[in-house]
């Protein structure tokens, strides 16, 4: 059974899973490039290219990825507040991906978004009860008890005080700004929250505060998160499953464990080494990190095939020509690669050359780089007796 075989074989089991609340299908936006003195578009930047996902109701789903790769664009697609070129976004079934102001307004009750920046998101010269006070006004909403008791129960919820309610941004920190953001896109009582990089302005001791009031408020208001961040820790704290962007693209879906287990892309492979291991015994050892060579290519001609072939220590003739789909090859994980890791055909079927794998990324450890010089029947029963020995009940998963 190959790997389409497996794939259709997964896809026919049935699973009891929440409702779907956002569905995303072949989302594009692509930016043009115009030039001259009649501003003709020469080229296009394709920030997002043709993604594919679901976000099921109760569940937090995390967008990881380089700078660049089009997770903050997604964000604001899926909030409308840019308009998609191509492809349909559907919330609670309903296609919303060409609505206008009038048809949107209703829905931004249900769709909120905490911003990036706490500092540029808040206007200096509004009190922080008008800013948090703006969704009742603008959706005509008077709550019960009045506006300026209902901000300040929400400044109690998201640990402010509230008698700071006429209080200006300035005379507040970066991580309480970024709190006020978070009361003001609960004020409507959201289904959908979309959070982009909600800690990465923020220091590290004011990060855990802020991840764990989004954790807590969650869990008492029942909300669906879509964290965009691209720091892995971060995302495996909070994430029920998580995607893997490069380039416009998702590269990899898969629940949080099963990802940080056995990522199956090797860009999420690369991504994972990346992330440092706080223990003391393992200082001075030799570094397993896989470093790649070259910058990410440009958005406006991305590669032919699959987009991390220039860059990919595995990558074959296959890889240049032609662009491998989203595939769910084992329950709960979907990648889009040709020679998946951690799987029966995880190496290419000619033997990868040892130097080509240098041009395209060095792997630091002497073992790995090795590896990636044998032939496909011997890595792949290699990984086969390593997965049995460390995990014999994922080796049963991954085998189709």
């Known amino acids: 059974m190959d790997r389409r075989d497996c794939a259709e074989a997964v896809s026919d089991v049935v699973n009891e899973t929440p409702e779907v609340l956002l569905k ?11 030039k001259g003195l009649f501003q003709r578009q020469s080229g296009a930047v ?23 790769c089009g997770k903050s664009t997604m964000g604001r697609l899926i909030t409308r507040l840019l308009e998609p070129t191509g492809g349909s976004v559907e919330f609670q079934g309903k296609d919303i991906t060409h609505l206008g102001v009038a048809g949107m307004r209703p829905l931004r009750r249900d769709v909120q978004m905490i911003f990036q920046d706490p500092y ?14 703006a969704p009742f006004k603008l959706q005509g909403v008077t709550p019960e008890g009045g506006v300026k008791a209902e901000v300040q129960r929400l400044l109690s919820v998201v640990g402010l005080n509230p008698e700071h309610y006429n209080r200006y941004p300035h005379e507040f920190s970066g991580g309480q700004r970024q709190r006020i953001g978070i009361a003001r ?11 982009d990089e909600p800690v990465s302005a923020l220091d590290v001791s004011i990060q855990a505060q802020v ?9 008492e208001l029942g909300l669906t998160y879509v964290i965009i961040a691209h720091d892995l820790s971060v995302v495996r704290h909070v994430s029920d499953r998580i995607a893997v962007m490069y380039l416009g693209k998702i590269v990899e879906l898969a629940d949080r464990d099963k990802l940080y287990k056995s990522p199956m892309h090797p860009y999420t492979k690369a ?3 990346a992330v440092p291991i706080p223990d003391p015994k393992r200082r001075g050892a030799k570094s397993e990190r896989i470093l790649l060579r070259g910058d990410v290519p440009s958005p406006i001609s991305p590669p032919s ?17 032609t662009e491998p789909p989203l595939l769910e090859l084992i329950p709960g994980q979907r990648v889009a690669c040709h020679h998946p890791e951690n799987f029966a055909d995880q190496a290419p079927q000619e033997t990868v050359l040892l130097t080509e794998a240098k041009q395209a990324a060095e792997l630091v450890a002497d073992e790995v780089l090795a590896e990636s010089a044998e032939t496909s029947t011997a890595v792949a029963a290699e990984v086969s007796e390593t997965s049995e020995v460390e995990t014999p009940e994922a080796d049963g998963e991954a085998k189709p």
């Open 120 to 133: 540029s998101s808040l206007n200096p010269r509004h009190t922080i009860g008008t800013i948090v006070s």
């Open 271 to 273: 991504l994972l080494s």
């Open 185 to 195: 896109a609960l004020a409507l009582n959201p289904k959908l929250v979309v959070a």
């Open 24 to 34: 995303v299908t072949g989302l594009q936006k692509h930016f043009p490039i115009r």
């Open 46 to 68: 394709r920030a997002v290219d043709g993604i594919d996902f679901e976000v099921r109701k109760g569940e937090t789903l995390g967008v990881v990825g380089e700078s660049g």
């Open 305 to 321: 095939g699959c987009r991390f072939h220039t860059r990919c220590w595995k990558a074959t003739e296959l890889c240049r020509t």
């Open 211 to 219: 991840v764990n009031l989004l954790d807590d408020l969650q869990s």
